[in-house]
């Protein structure tokens, strides 16, 4: 019954990359045959690393990962969980004493053949042999065919035939699979079979045939496969080389579902883990941690729970034919019986234990991640070295290497590498200009280590991270924080994940508020864009698309509120109303400046809005050109008319002319606003009138002394005698005197000339003012 | 009141037969080809019951026609819970087919679907437990013939299915009479010091609304003996147009409206905008949206599509345009005035106005929202 694998030479162990059932068959038959060599699918550089394995302090899931030395972007991983084959096989050995070798082409060639762009991962075969497989036994699901039949096998599986049988069967099926698909249309495969066959060549000059190869089913027919040295050797010639290191670094059971390395992503594997690891009866096992993850998010499981739900999976494993329940009966008598039905508990379920948040540990003995050696090469071509005395830099970000630098810092400021922190910068308020404060300690080397699970270089690794709190933020603020900062560090990978975030955020958000914070981030942003000159076109469209909901929303939002919350809200609308401005220009938002614009209309026309909103948007639409003089005296007339509270009539009155800069000077030239308010406060009845002083004199006292002073004038004259405000140009009714004073005004000249940056005019005479455009209008 | 035995009516003559009688032919021929172990009192097999389901080939050729049109993984869930002495909740929002599900379950299981409980406000207790003959209660005093049967304690005797429609909508203290017959098996009858016992084959199938938990919530005591099955909308929208469709055909005939010749276009847009409300999401996948407080359910497409034919037979042309279903899918949309309303129009400023051929939907969608 022993095939001839097993007779004849070395025992070939045939496994599905992170299968515990594979796993499981693996020790048995190593306790079994006792070889005296163990060689494993990897790369042989990776021996030397083969003793940390045996360390304590290594816990996996663990990846050994191999980067080129010149080009840690180009990085291939094998990653190990406590249940795949392999690392169960290195496990063993080094517990018994016997040598382990990894046996598959090595990194050095398998990198330099791995176009740098492409991710195809070395072992993947383009058939799927387990799918071929499965589909002749009837399955249209290949997993659960090869857990039917090798995973779920109980552990003394095989029985009487022995831990052999399984793998002499699977062995036999491969071979008759090989026959008809040859390489299964991966080429590269013949070159890394060759290499194992060569390397088990030698171990059996070394060893005899005492030896147990543990690699992929897939391989097992081609190592059986009687061929010459000299042939092996002419597949290996002429494969390039690059130089290359390997390391262990921590992985988690989240990154095992990822295609990497071994090729083989698992879905679920914390389920294998737990298969894995229970002794028995692991349904009932299963369904006990999933009643108690469940009660610890305060859903009522009972132990008649758990009873009904493993009954259920049982007779659902017997309905639809199958010896064990798998993870697709368990889940479905988790919906039905933990969950009523409802998919929302079975998601946590999902995510905690069928993946599982299991995090691999390495010791600190491993060498150094490659993103070490991307940072310090960075650091060299930057000139900025890492000193432990804090030092402030200030970058031009006009100037190449500045523009590098602040790109690098944000980078690892993103990844929590807390190299330099922002300062305010001095003197200019210009957004080309950063000023940081370096200092760089020792146990950043850590955080460095840390990160290196993101990636193997700085941008890969931020990139990476950007995208990953892209997807797991809950607020808007957060992604739009995020967005802000992915352009800071010219992440124009991450960008597309960070602003389908945004979007999608922006979409179920219903607060207006939040969207009203978020939007001013975003035109700034869209500025940033510009002096790095990166795309902001995505960005450019959320930003849009933010405004358009705003737009929609923020009427119903601007009823029934409090002052307080009606006051926040009209700070938010100053923002918005500045951020649709500078959308207007960046972005091909059609007719949004009009939409806003009608917004604010409808809020200003709105009696049931908030008296500082309505003001406020009266203002802005005053100042926009939007409405004339006369229609906004009409809506001042109508908020200031004796049926209107006169609480609220003075909080119209903060919101039109309170607050934002200029809104005293508005008053000093119109006087007939001023009059109307003037009006209207001299109507206030004595008992009403304490209840709006604090708000008149808080819109009063933000004046500035100037203004106050020429208010107090005007009042104190009355009414204008001249007639309508806008009366004949040079009697100016504004408290100024008639007529231009044009040497005081030719004093300016020359400042504005320099502001506008026209040429200069040196000698600015004092004379020459008849052919200046500039002239002062009322 | 309580069903003490259905009248008998030739199945031909029914103007709507019985599961068991419309679909005899295909559970014969099941029974015939089903050589799977059978629990007692079933009339197939439980692979047997999935198969009358979900539809198939039996070896013999005889084709099984398809009853319910979704996940296989549900049906086997539902078959497997019966197998069990678990009873088993139908959910789902109206026009998911969970009494179409619930009916032909009993008719494949007990080769009879009639022992059916109608769920009402004013469902009384004698309809899960037992009434009274007064006349023979007076004449003859208590006796077990002076009493009446429920369909529910028929199903237990005779080892049979029942079941119980809208679940929720029962009062709470009749529903909680239910919690002794599903958790002990037994039926006491304190007037006689007797009781009824469940024989093994007895199982009971409800149904309730998704949308209605409010009207009369389950007890957590009484939930905790059924399990669920959530039968959800239909999954492609290609799927819900033909549902939609065919219902709209057969509802249109029956009050004469004239046949519409193109309005299979404006069909597929009132449902693709209920879908991607439902779903918030836009059908690309790219646009994530709000979704409104209302169920948006395949019913409710049906009766704005049939609406806007009427409209148009009536007032139009004839044939179904945007102006006709606009009016009608705001309706359904915005039940909530104050937060629906942002809903759609948020949904109509970021989606609808931007999608090709969509201008004259948009048009009549803002003349009515306005």
């Known amino acids: 019954m022993t095939g001839a694998t097993a007779s004849a030479g070395p025992l070939l162990l045939g496994v599905r990359h992170h299968g515990p059932g594979s796993a499981r068959a693996v020790l048995a038959a190593l306790e079994a045959a006792r070889p005296r060599v163990v060689l494993i699918e990897g790369p042989p550089e990776g021996d030397a690393l083969l003793p940390l394995a045996a360390d304590e302090r290594m816990k996996p899931p663990v990846a050994l990962l191999a980067h080129a030395v010149d080009d840690p972007g180009r990085a291939a991983f094998w990653p190990m969980a406590a249940f795949s084959p392999e690392w169960v096989a290195i496990r063993w050995a080094l517990a018994h004493e016997v040598p382990a070798r990894f046996i598959d082409l090595p990194a050095t060639h398998s990198l330099a053949l791995t176009e740098p762009g492409t991710d195809e991962p070395p072992g993947s075969p383009a058939v799927d042999p387990i799918g071929v497989l499965a589909g002749t036994a009837g399955y249209d699901d290949p997993e659960r065919w090869w857990e039917d039949v090798v995973e779920h096998r109980a552990p003394e599986g095989g029985g009487a035939a022995g831990p052999l049988a399984a793998f002499a069967a699977l062995a036999e099926a491969m071979t008759a699979l090989r026959e008809a698909y040859g390489d299964g249309g991966h080429p590269r495969d013949a070159v890394r079979e060759a290499y194992m066959r060569i390397q088990l060549r030698t171990a059996r000059k070394e060893f005899g045939d005492d030896i147990a190869v543990v690699c992929g089913a897939w391989h097992v027919p081609a190592l059986a496969a009687r061929t010459t040295l000299a042939a092996d050797r002419a597949l290996l010639k002429g494969v390039p080389k690059v130089r290359t290191e390997l390391t262990w670094v921590p992985w988690t059971h989240r990154r095992l579902a990822r295609h990497s390395g071994y090729g083989a992503g698992i879905d679920s594997p914390g389920w294998y883990g737990h298969l894995f690891d229970a002794p028995d009866r692991p349904v009932e096992r299963w369904m006990t941690k999933v009643a108690g993850l469940l009660r610890d998010e305060d859903r009522f499981i009972s132990s008649a729970h758990v009873i009904e739900a493993v009954r259920l999976a049982g007779g659902l494993a017997a309905v639809r034919g199958r010896p064990l329940p798998g993870l697709t009966e368990t889940t479905d008598a988790i919906r039905a019986v933990m969950c009523e039905g409802s998919d929302v508990p079975l998601a946590l379920v999902h995510d905690r234990l069928v993946v599982g948040e299991t995090l691999g540990e390495v010791p600190d003995s491993a060498p150094a991640v490659p993103l070490q050696r991307d940072l310090n090469r960075q650091q060299r071509t930057l000139r900025l070295k890492p000193e432990a005395s804090e030092r402030e830099v200030e970058l031009d970000l006009r100037k190449e290497t500045d523009a590098a630098r602040s790109r690098l810092l944000h980078r690892l400021r993103l990844l929590g590498i807390g190299w330099g922190d922002r300062a305010a910068g001095r003197g200019s308020t210009g957004t080309f200009r950063e000023t940081w404060r370096l200092r760089w300690e020792p146990e950043l080397h850590v955080r460095v280590a840390e990160a290196g699970v993101w990636g193997t270089t700085v941008l890969s690794a931020a990139t990476a991270k950007a995208e990953a709190e892209a997807v797991s933020a809950t607020g808007l603020a957060e992604v739009t924080a995020l967005a802000e900062r992915c352009l800071l560090a010219e992440l124009a990978d991450a960008l597309p994940v960070v602003m389908k975030a945004l979007a999608d955020r922006a979409a179920l958000d219903a607060d207006v508020s939040h969207l009203a914070e978020a939007l001013p981030a975003l035109a700034r942003s869209l500025r940033y864009g510009d002096v790095r000159a990166t795309d902001t076109a995505s960005l450019g469209a959320v930003a849009a698309g933010l405004a358009e909901r705003i737009c929609v929303g923020l009427p119903p939002a601007c009823t029934g509120l409090d002052s307080d919350g009606a006051e926040e809200l009209r700070l938010r609308i100053d923002g918005v109303h500045t951020a649709v401005g500078l959308l207007s220009g960046a972005v091909p938002a059609d007719g949004l400046r009009e939409r806003w614009a009608a917004v604010l209309g409808r809020l200003a026309a709105r009696d049931t809005v908030a008296g500082v909103i309505r003001g406020r948007a009266t203002r802005l639409l005053l100042d926009e050109g939007q409405l004339t003089q006369d229609e906004a005296a009409r809506l001042m007339g109508l908020a200031l008319s004796p049926g209107t509270a006169p609480t609220d009539a003075a909080a119209w009155i903060e919101g039109f002319v309170g607050g934002a800069a200029g809104g005293g000077m508005l008053l000093v030239h119109d006087e007939r606003l001023l009059g109307l308010i003037d009006a209207w406060l001299t109507g206030v009845r004595a008992s009403a009138f304490t209840d709006v002083l604090p708000l008149l004199r808080r819109t009063f006292s933000a004046y500035e002394p100037g203004v106050r002073r020429t208010l107090g004038e005007l009042v104190r004259r009355g009414p204008d005698p001249g007639g309508p405000h806008r009366g004949t140009g040079e009697a100016s009714p504004s408290g100024f005197g008639p007529g231009r004073d044009e040497p005081r005004a030719d004093a300016v000249v020359p400042v504005l000339r320099l502001l506008l940056g026209l040429d200069p005019a040196p000698e600015p005479a004092p004379h020459d003012h008849t052919d200046r455009p500039l002239g002062a209008t009322a | ?370």
């Open chain 2, 1 to 370: 009141m309580t069903v003490s035995a259905t009248t008998a009516t030739v199945a031909s003559e029914a103007l709507r037969p019985h599961a068991e009688d419309a679909f005899a032919d295909e559970l014969k021929a099941l029974a015939a080809a089903d050589d799977r172990p059978r629990p007692v009192r079933w009339k197939l097999s439980p692979w047997a019951v999935s198969t009358y389901l979900l539809g198939g080939t039996l070896p013999d050729g005889t084709v099984i026609t398809p009853k319910y049109v979704g996940p296989r993984r549900l049906v086997e869930v539902a078959v497997t819970t019966l197998a069990t002495d678990r009873a088993l909740l139908l959910l789902g929002v109206p026009g998911t087919a969970k009494t179409w599900v619930s009916e032909h379950l009993a008719a494949a299981v007990s080769g009879d679907s009639t022992l059916l409980v109608q769920g009402t406000a004013g469902t009384p207790e004698e309809a899960v437990r037992y009434g009274w003959n007064y006349a023979r209660l007076l004449a003859h005093g208590p006796s077990r013939d002076a009493l009446v049967p429920s369909p529910v304690m028929r199903a237990m005797s005779e080892g049979m299915t029942a079941r119980v429609e809208e679940l929720t909508r029962i009062p709470a203290d009749v529903q909680d009479a239910l919690i002794t017959i599903l958790s002990e098996k037994t039926l006491p009858i304190p007037e006689l010091g007797q009781e009824v016992q469940a024989v093994r084959g007895f199982n009971l199938i409800a149904t309730a609304n998704d949308r209605d938990r409010g009207v009369n919530e389950l007890s957590s005591a009484l939930r905790r003996r059924f399990n669920t099955v959530v039968l959800p909308l239909p999954a492609t929208p290609d799927d819900e147009v033909d549902i939609v469709s065919r219902r709209v055909d057969q509802i249109g005939s029956s009050l004469d409206l004239p046949a519409a010749p193109d309005g299979l276009a404006e069909i597929r847009r009132v449902v693709t905008v209920f879908r991607e409300l439902r779903n918030g999401v836009t059908t690309d996948g790219r646009t994530k949206l709000k979704s409104p407080s209302g169920t948006l359910s395949t019913a409710e497409a049906i009766s704005v599509v049939t609406n806007g034919l009427a409209l148009a037979a009536h007032f139009g042309d004839g044939i179904l345009r945007p102006g006709d279903v606009a009016a009608g899918i705001l309706g359904a949309v915005v039940r909530d005035p104050a937060a629906d309303r942002v809903v759609w129009q948020e949904y109509l400023e970021t989606v609808v106005r931007e999608r090709d051929g969509w201008k004259d939907f948009y048009r009549a969608c803002r003349e009515v929202s306005a």
